[in-house]
């Protein structure tokens, strides 16, 4: 989430928090650890990733203990990052909640369709010539190219499914990215598209999805793709230019698949994909590789029967 440059000393007077660093230490935004760029905010609350955290493009950690300062950045103590950097989600985006079907605030483009039962929130951009079929729903934020056609029942813009466990109960994380859906983009029915939680899911140019489709917070998807119906991608997942991807395909969260790959039906993968391979089965492999293995598994009880005929 981008913001207007505030100074350390405004961010951490938000959130009650002390702070090491220059008062005038300059913030311009806040993402969560797998999109963090130059300005940002970025949160850490376990031992585990501190490095991580404090090695990353950010400027400025929110950290729950007192560490060695990086030079040329800052940190601010809070003992509940989490907790700390939803308050300031919820003091940079406030929530708005529209009662109309279309938002006043909303923007739609020259000869867009938007069929009954739609519902449209605040800041949305619809380009020229969509169409959107009976009870889709857009939420707040989101932005929609032109040409692009959304069949009934798809939700674009959910909150990202991403809590921390307490010992009492599970805390949301506040999402505050959107859904970005370039050009020429058909998405089928039932289809549910979550918010990046500080940046942007995005559906590149060309692509088309299939019916029922699943893509969590802050998936990236490039150019001319094809999905299958069922698949469902986990967040922070990059997929390249014309990827194909059959029907029930599941990819673990933080993966990337190169341009040009081939994930056949039913598939589970679990690390990353190079460029223009085929992949199949759970866990995915390449597709010659895991067949060799499939065939070599029917052969065991053959063998087994064999060797215990001796």
């Known amino acids: 989430m981008t913001i207007l440059p505030t100074s350390l000393k405004e961010i951490a007077a938000i959130i009650s928090s002390t702070y090491i660093g220059n008062d005038n230490h300059i913030i311009t935004g806040f993402n969560e650890i797998h999109r963090v760029v130059l300005g940002d905010v970025v949160f850490v609350d376990h031992p585990k990733y501190y490095n991580k955290a404090l090695q990353s493009a950010a400027t400025t950690i929110i950290i729950n203990k007192e560490v060695e300062c990086p030079a040329g950045k800052a940190l601010i103590l809070n003992a509940e990052p989490f907790t700390a950097f939803n308050a300031l989600t919820q003091h940079f ?20 369709i938007v069929m009954p039962g739609c519902y449209i929130g605040n800041h949305v951009t619809i380009g020229d010539n969509c169409i959107l079929h009976p009870n889709v729903v857009i939420y707040d934020y989101c932005e929609i190219g032109n040409n692009v056609i959304i069949h009934a029942g798809s939700v674009i813009g959910s909150d990202g499914f991403y809590y921390k466990n307490r010992k009492t109960h599970f805390e949301q994380f506040q999402s505050c990215g959107n859904v970005i859906i370039k050009d020429n983009v058909h998405i089928g029915a039932n289809c549910t598209f979550d918010r990046g939680v500080t940046a942007s899911t995005i559906i590149g140019k060309g692509t088309v999805i299939d019916n029922q489709v699943h893509l969590a917070h802050d998936v990236v998807i490039g150019e001319n793709c094809l999905f299958a119906s069922g698949n469902t991608i986990a967040g922070c997942t990059t997929i390249g230019n014309n990827v194909t991807m ?23 993968v679990g690390e990353n994909v190079p460029a223009g391979k085929i992949f199949f089965g759970t866990p995915a492999s390449e597709a010659r590789l895991k067949l060799r293995e499939i065939f070599a598994a029917k052969q065991l009880p053959s063998l087994i029967h064999k060797l215990y005929d001796k």
């Open 93 to 112: 985006q406030p929530k708005q909640y529209s009662m109309q079907p279309i938002s006043s605030s909303a923007k739609i483009g020259k000869d867009t």
């Open 246 to 268: 059959w029907g029930q395909v599941g990819v673990s969260s933080d993966i990337t698949i190169g341009d040009g790959a081939v994930i056949q039906a039913q598939s589970g």
